[in-house]
């Protein structure tokens, strides 16, 4: 079975920062794309950075690059989201998620960790 379970979700005031953690078990990790999306009250979920199976590749949505960071440890099945310079916009639940790379689709999805940034 399949579990993704983030963490490091918390309150920052703007300006600070918060690393969140996805550690993953269930799928061979290393073979998977992994991914972070997030979801604000009453918005549509939206893609914030991912990451190649190898780590060679990261990719952002424009809002977050330069601010946050995506990396990945394959020893440890876990993928991490550093984020700095937070603003209240970035106030929202943070989602992991795995696909397979050479598919389209994100198949596994972890429950979310909730990260709040005050102004």
């Known amino acids: 079975q399949v579990q993704l379970v983030e963490s490091g979700g918390g309150l920052m005031q703007t300006g600070g920062s918060l690393r969140l953690s996805c550690a993953a078990s269930g799928l061979r990790f290393s073979t998977y794309t992994m991914g972070w999306f997030r979801q604000a009250p009453g918005k549509e979920r939206e893609f914030v950075a991912a990451i190649g199976y190898g780590a060679q590749n990261t990719y952002y949505t424009n809002s977050v690059k330069g601010r946050f960071t995506i990396s990945r440890d394959n020893a440890k099945n876990t993928v991490y989201l550093q984020m700095n310079s937070l603003k209240p916009e970035d106030s929202a639940v943070y989602s992991c998620?795995?696909?397979?790379?050479?598919?389209?689709?994100?198949?596994?999805w972890g429950q979310g960790t909730q990260v709040t940034v005050s102004s």
């Open positions: 998620a795995a696909k397979v790379f050479y598919e389209d689709q994100y198949k596994y």
